[in-house]
């Protein structure tokens, strides 16, 4: 064997061993941020507004079915609810409570949260209406899922191909803070998209999903 040989080996050794160890002790290998959930400016409830109340994904995320990008729901879309919202239910019933305790007419209760968002539109929830006198403060939300530059990635070829929001971004119905639940890995496209050929996914029976390397990488 020469000396080549034996360094190609200890390399692959080495390789090996590295990603051995880095799975044994849940360490993340480059551009995999499984398990990612950044601290967002306005704590958003997925679990309460998907799960509780069952909005459709496509009711905030307007464009997952008509361009590449799903789109971060514009506050303008939260208003439509948060109009008449300003608080949950529990709080709501507190403030109805000490209003008839007091003896005096009741006033809107104000969540420290749903006030984020007041703020980020110019809402003035004294005259429930929108003040142009107030400053806007935009929300800088934090993207949670992301690919490489050089991955070409489509939410409506998707979307359009009944591919359920939770095949990749898992159960988000339950999830208070939202992560990223799968790796994003092309090791993990790839073997979905085989389980599809394949028709080991049953919803996805009769689908054809791409497994060459331009569908992906243009």
Sequence with gaps: MTNKNITI????????????YA???????????????????????????AGDLQLDCLYCHTGADKSRHAGVPPASVC??????????????????????KENRDLQIPVSDELAKLYA????????????????????????????PAYVYFDHRRHVNAEVSCQQCHGAVETMETLSQESDLSMGWCVNCHRDVNSGKLSDLVGKNASTNCAGCHY
């Design 9 to 20: 080996i200890i390399l692959i050794a080495l390789i090996m061993g590295t990603l051995i």
């Design 23 to 49: 799975q044994s002790i849940d360490i993340n290998l480059p551009d995999n941020n499984q398990g990612y959930a950044p601290k967002q400016p306005i704590n958003f409830s997925h679990r309460l507004h």
């Design 79 to 100: 208003m439509n609810c948060h109009n008449f919202v300003t608080a949950p239910w529990d709080m709501v019933q507190l403030e109805e409570e000490n209003a008839k």
């Design 120 to 147: 980020a539109v110019g809402f003035n929830t004294e005259k429930m209406k929108y003040d142009e006198s107030l400053t806007k403060k935009p929300i800088e939300w934090n993207r949670v899922h992301n690919i």
